[in-house]
């Protein structure tokens, strides 16, 4: 096991850069005018942190590179697919009303707004779920994958393929202006709301299974997974625009009633109507 100091000035350096990365970020948000990439930078941003850990950890060149390539795959392929859905559609529209909001309500400036809304909290939260690809690569025990690291990196690739299949079929799904004002309930969309979040999951619970062969440190890095879930759960974008839906879309409050949230599962039938 590493060094209780090896361990903190690497998550250190890593927190610097993190942060460092948003303030760059909101800087280039200021001359935008405009916030909507920092999504990108979710994805883009978590993979970058294994990363710089690769570069300062000497742990098992084994686990090193797993967890690296893992989290890159995953992080490229998410981060390029939301900056190109920004490119083609424009500004998300939950981030110029609350910027709006505030800027009405408040009297704050844009940067004053975007800061204090969008990237303050960031950083450190970003540093948090990517625990399992700092925690992960510190230790040089044990040098081989074991099974339940093979067991970890299945997860993370169905996850990759589960959640780029969604994001498939609901941009085909958009394409579609026949569909225009509908609601997805065909493919993955059948069996969950949230099949791109449910992919994440995957994606990062299995890099913790990859981290916790190490022992305790790696144990200890399910902080990231389950700060994670409780985001998607109660605090990320699906409460909020799951309740816009609910008024802008015709049958989506019937959706949430027969679909589960987050676990795939068969949708419930609908009830019996009452003669």
């Known amino acids: 096991m590493p060094a209780v100091q090896e361990i903190a000035t690497i998550l250190g350096i890593n927190l610097g850069i993190c942060i460092a990365s948003f303030v760059i970020l909101w800087a280039i948000g200021c001359a935008l005018k ?23 950890a000497d742990g098992a060149d084994a686990r090193m590179q797993l967890l690296l390539a893992l989290a890159c795959v995953w992080g490229l392929r998410l981060g390029l697919y939301i900056l190109w859905r920004w490119r083609s559609h424009g500004p998300d529209r939950r981030y110029v009303k609350m910027l709006s909001r505030a800027q009405e309500t408040k009297g704050w400036s844009f940067p004053v707004a975007s800061w204090r809304l969008v990237f303050m909290f960031q950083a450190p939260i970003l540093w948090v779920v990517s625990m399992p690809v700092q925690l992960g690569q510190l230790s040089a025990m044990p040098a081989a994958i074991g099974t339940l690291g093979w067991i970890g990196a299945g997860l993370v690739v169905f996850g990759i393929l589960f959640e780029s299949l969604a994001d498939f079929q609901l941009v085909r799904f958009k394409a579609n202006k026949a569909n225009e004002g509908k609601v997805l309930d065909a493919g993955l969309w059948r069996y969950t709301r949230h099949p791109n979040y449910f992919g994440d999951l995957c994606v990062w619970f299995g890099l913790w299974a990859i981290a916790a062969e190490t022992g305790l440190i790696g144990v200890a890095s399910i902080v990231g997974p389950l700060l994670l ?7 990320s974008g699906g409460p909020s625009y799951e309740k816009r839906l609910t008024y802008q879309r015709p049958g989506y409050a019937e959706y949430i009633a027969r679909t589960s949230s987050l676990i795939p599962w068969p949708p419930k039938k609908a009830a019996p109507e009452v003669v």
Do not use: E, H, N, P
Not at 37 to 51: C, E, N, R
Not at 229 to 235: I, R, T
């Open 229 to 235: 879930l409780l985001m998607f759960v109660k605090y």
């Open 34 to 56: 405009d916030v909507t990439f920092v999504d990108a930078w979710w994805a883009l941003g978590l993979a970058f942190m294994a990363v710089t850990t690769f570069f300062q």
